[in-house]
């Protein structure tokens, strides 16, 4: 089944405590990236790749870091996590220039006390 | 002007009636539309492209694209309580590498 899948699904955290987001696609996709919703602010993009090692910020990218070592995987990190990064975090995928539509893995629920 | 605007809503409709979300887009935003349902807690997923101007049908929803109004909207028929969603609204900025950028959303409710 083609599928974006993220670990965890829940994590509740102290302020401080290093944590990585794993994201993992098996549809051979290009681009993947990173959002995060909050209530109001709607979908904000993170940080994005658009192949391997090749990575940018997005419109949100303070306090997080991120990987593409190879083409299925594209981690998030957050080194240092504060109160402010407690957020629904969704990554998601898709094939590349000229085809759009793109898929979202079922999202990390991030709680940092 | 955000580059891509929805109205919040609630838009709320009876059951089995025509729901009718709207989204309009400034000039940053290319023609290439998405439209999203998100229900509360769970990713969105794609249910219309649309990357021409007219209709697109598929099944009970339709996309509709008026590229000279910057204005892209979605219809579903026989409206159902499942329907019963957040609807977003996405575009591709064009000069920040492609990436698509999303309306606030939604809401819709449909009344049995």
């Known amino acids: 089944e083609a599928q974006v899948t993220q670990n965890p699904r829940y994590l509740i955290t102290v302020t401080g405590k290093k944590l990585t987001v794993t994201c993992s696609q098996n549809?051979?996709?290009?681009?993947m990236s990173w959002y995060r919703q909050d209530p109001g602010l709607g979908l904000r993009q993170i940080y994005y790749?658009?192949?391997?090692?090749?990575?940018d910020k997005g419109d949100v990218p303070e306090g997080y870091k991120v990987s593409r070592k190879e083409k299925r995987n594209f981690p998030l990190i957050l080194e240092s996590p504060s109160p402010n990064q407690t957020s629904l975090y969704f990554c998601?995928?898709?094939?590349?220039?000229?085809?759009?539509?793109?898929?979202f893995g079922p999202g990390t629920r991030l709680t940092v006390t | 002007q955000k580059e891509v605007e929805q109205n919040s809503g609630p838009l709320s409709v009876p059951e089995g009636a025509i729901a009718s979300l709207n989204c309009t887009y400034s000039?940053?935003?290319?023609?290439?539309f998405f439209w999203y349902r998100q229900y509360s807690g769970k990713s969105p997923e794609l249910i219309m492209s649309?990357?021409?101007?007219g209709d697109k049908e598929d099944g009970r929803f339709t996309a509709q694209l008026n590229k000279a109004s910057q204005y892209v909207s979605l219809l579903i028929r026989d409206s159902q309580p499942s329907d019963s969603a957040t609807y977003l609204c996405?575009?591709?900025?064009?000069?920040?590498?492609?990436?698509?950028?999303f309306g606030a959303g939604t809401i819709l409710r449909v009344k049995s």
């Open positions: 998601a995928s898709r094939e590349g220039t000229g085809i759009y539509e793109q898929y």
């Open positions: 549809m051979n996709h290009e681009y």
């Open positions: 790749s658009m192949n391997v090692e090749v990575t």
């Open positions: 000039d940053r935003v290319s023609q290439s």
């Open positions: 649309i990357y021409s101007n």
């Open positions: 996405a575009g591709l900025d064009m000069e920040y590498g492609n990436k698509l950028v």
